[in-house]
């Protein structure tokens, strides 16, 4: 996520929702939020914790400094569909920590300055669905976050072990993780966990160990997610970290298997889920959709290959004869997720006649080859590889997943656009969104 810090602090409203209660009131895009409830509005919190009520008073001034007034009634916690020019309003929160796996430390160089921003705010958890560390707050911002039930918050444990917490984060405020914890679990703050696991650091003993003080703390404690170290080839003078394999991928698929039989036994929930990444490395089978348990965290990459297969197949279910689509289509993938996107790509040419689909992976030179997801491949590295295929021209389009793009644009992480790719290609890029129900969408309506 690339955040915008903007130095103006006033409550700029840079967008009103169509049909809102903003909308109906008139306010408009260039109006500037001065109080509710004769409070000032600090960040978007104070604001979503001041518009909860269903009688609030609204100060308005308008772009001819014209102060208006506004008095609303609503339904309790409905939004007034206001958007601000900066949704945290203040500046966000840098980090401080300098973890031993962190990826932005791992970036090259001369990337675009955005992509360099460090974030660990609990606004940002809130808001985007960010993980935060917690090591970065005083006790009154962690507070403000019980004050105001800011929930479902993401943290970022990592580990409950206090001495090895410190180490991993490289902060001597980072130890005091569970008691934080325990006092979100008093408050009745739901909180989903995320760890990132590094081999011979934080793995074995050290992550069960983990797991069960975070089960404790059920069902506060609502998901854990189990991701991979993720390690770049720019690592250079940073400490060294072993990238996981695939035996010792199969060892932990093994271990949380028996973890997730004890919490089911015990709590009524598998609690702990492993990333897809870990069954991609080895042969061992996706677990069942429903094991997933409505997929808490597949924004972090938690069951998504299930979730997308298992749309695929609902929509090639609805589909009673072979359907004629005369198209051929590279599909772009990163190497990782090849062996699945060759599995669908077979259900797929399965319930169409005359449909060629050629999955590709892509390697990724850009950060190196140990990296080996979709969402980090860069445009550079699709132009390359792909001018290596003799054939690309005869296919009518790329498709790729739109993860590889800036959200809500067409820019992959490396600035290169998807018509700077067509042009130096001469075929069109089309991305697609990661759901089995759009890519089916896609490829009827071709």
Aim: glycine share 4%.
């Amino acid at each position: 996520m690339e955040l915008r810090n903007i130095t103006d602090d006033r409550n700029i409203i840079e967008k009103v929702v169509e049909n809102s209660i903003a909308q109906e009131l008139e306010i408009r895009p260039g109006d500037i939020l001065l109080s509710i409830n004769g409070s000032r509005v600090k960040d978007i919190i104070d604001y979503k914790y001041l518009i909860s009520d269903e009688y609030i008073e609204v100060e308005i001034e308008k772009a001819d400094g014209e102060v208006w007034i506004l008095e609303i009634e609503k339904e309790i916690d409905e939004d007034l569909g206001i958007i601000f020019t900066n949704p945290l309003i203040d500046r966000a929160k840098t980090c401080r920590n300098k973890c031993i796996f962190c990826f932005i430390d791992q970036l090259p160089p001369n990337m675009r300055e955005t992509l360099y921003f460090k974030d660990d705010d609990s606004r940002l958890s809130f808001l985007q669905g960010n993980f935060i560390t917690l090591t970065n707050m005083n006790d009154e911002e962690i507070d403000r976050i019980i004050k105001y039930r800011l929930s479902p918050i993401n943290v970022s444990v990592h580990t409950t072990n206090p001495e090895l917490r410190v180490k991993m984060l490289n902060n001597k405020n980072a130890g005091n993780i569970f008691s934080i914890l325990k006092r979100f679990k008093e408050a009745d703050i739901k909180v989903n966990c995320q760890i990132v696991l590094v081999p011979n650091v934080n793995d074995g003993m050290e992550l069960k160990r983990t797991l069960k003080d975070l089960s404790s703390l059920y069902p506060s404690v609502e998901s854990v997610a189990v991701v991979p170290v993720g390690l770049t080839r720019y690592r250079e003078n940073l400490c060294k970290i072993q990238p996981f394999n695939q035996e010792r991928a199969m060892e932990l698929i093994s271990m949380i298997k028996e973890e997730q039989y004890k919490y089911l036994s015990k709590l009524g929930t598998r609690l702990v889920f492993l990333s897809d990444e870990f069954y991609a490395m080895t042969n061992e089978p996706l677990p069942p959709y429903e094991a997933y348990e409505g997929f808490p965290q597949l924004e972090n990459g938690v069951g998504l290959m299930r979730s997308f297969e298992y749309e695929i197949d609902e929509e090639l279910n609805k589909i009673d004869y072979k359907l004629t689509v005369d198209k051929k289509y590279i599909i772009a993938t990163g190497k990782l997720a090849a062996r699945f996107m060759n599995r669908i790509k077979a259900k797929i040419e399965n319930k169409f006649t005359s449909l060629k689909l050629e999955v590709i992976p892509i390697e990724n030179d850009f950060f190196g080859r140990s990296i080996t997801v979709s969402g980090l491949i860069t445009g550079q590295d699709i132009i390359k590889q792909i001018k290596t295929y003799e054939t690309y021209k005869d296919y009518d389009g790329i498709v790729i997943p739109k993860s590889m793009l800036r959200k809500d644009t067409n820019i992959f992480l490396d600035d290169i656009t998807t018509e700077y790719i067509e042009r130096e290609l001469g075929i069109e890029i089309i991305p697609v969104e990661v759901s089995g129900k759009e890519f089916i969408k896609f490829i009827r309506s071709a």
